[in-house]
Each structure stands twice: as structure tokens, then as C-alpha cells.
């Protein structure tokens, strides 16, 4: 059965850093693009970074050079370093994956997306 399992949110001051971390167990998830999506209340679905099989990485506009994505060497837990974070930050992160080999031209659409855990709380708050 696949699982897509989130942990490491919570509440964190402006200007403050944050590391969220995601584990997928399934049939070989180490072969798989696995990322982050967020969503604050009233928006879409935003797409924060994924990371491909051999390590090549995108990030989304609304990281702005703060968060790093890393992958361990099993290949099926990744961990999203946030710093320097504002209360824009503020929102529910999504882990995900891709069921495709690959990066798709698509990866920052949700559709790219098959498998999503159930999300984390971030809130930014003083």
C-alpha cells in the first residue's frame, strides 16, 4: 500500500527556519520525482520545489532562494529546509510523487502529481 507520510510543521517566528520531512513507502519510490506543494486557505495549490531520482532539482517562485530540497541515499524520504520564512509562508505543505521516472515539463502543475500525504501545518507567526 502506498503511504506518503509528512511530519516537521508547526508554528515558527518571522525570519525563522523550518525543515519539513516526507517518507514514501510503495514500490520503488527511490526511482520516482518527489516534491512539495502548499496551499493557504482561499489560494490554489502552489508548487514549492521536487527533486528528481539523480538529485536535479526545481524550485518554485515562492521560494525565492530560502528552501533546499535533499533527498537521503534510500531515494523515499526527502527534506524541505525552509529559512528566513514570513508569515506569506503560511500554509499547508503538501509532499508528493510522481509516479513517472522523470521530471515532467508539467512539475509544477498538481496534476504531475499521483501520490499526496495528507500535508503539514506551517504557520509563521510572531
Known amino acids: 500500500q502506498v503511504q506518503v507520510v509528512e511530519s516537521g510543521g508547526g508554528l515558527v517566528q518571522p525570519g525563522g527556519s523550518l525543515t519539513l520531512s516526507c517518507t514514501a513507502s510503495?514500490?520503488?519510490?527511490?526511482?520516482?520525482?518527489m516534491g512539495w506543494f502548499r496551499q493557504s486557505p482561499g489560494k490554489e495549490r502552489e508548487f514549492v520545489a521536487v527533486i528528481s531520482r539523480y538529485g536535479g532539482k526545481f524550485y518554485g517562485d515562492c521560494t525565492k532562494g530560502r528552501f533546499t530540497l535533499t533527498r537521503d541515499n534510500a531515494g523515499n524520504t526527502v527534506y524541505l529546509r525552509m529559512d528566513s520564512l514570513t508569515p506569506d509562508d503560511t500554509a499547508r505543505y503538501y509532499c508528493?510523487?510522481?509516479?513517472?521516472?522523470?521530471?515532467?515539463?508539467?512539475?509544477?502543475?498538481?496534476?504531475?502529481?499521483?501520490?499526496w500525504g495528507q500535508g503539514t501545518q506551517v504557520t509563521v507567526s510572531s
Open positions: 508528493v510523487v510522481d509516479q513517472r521516472s522523470y521530471v515532467g515539463n508539467d512539475y509544477e502543475s498538481p496534476s504531475a502529481y499521483t501520490y
Open positions: 510503495g514500490p520503488a519510490f527511490s526511482e520516482n520525482p
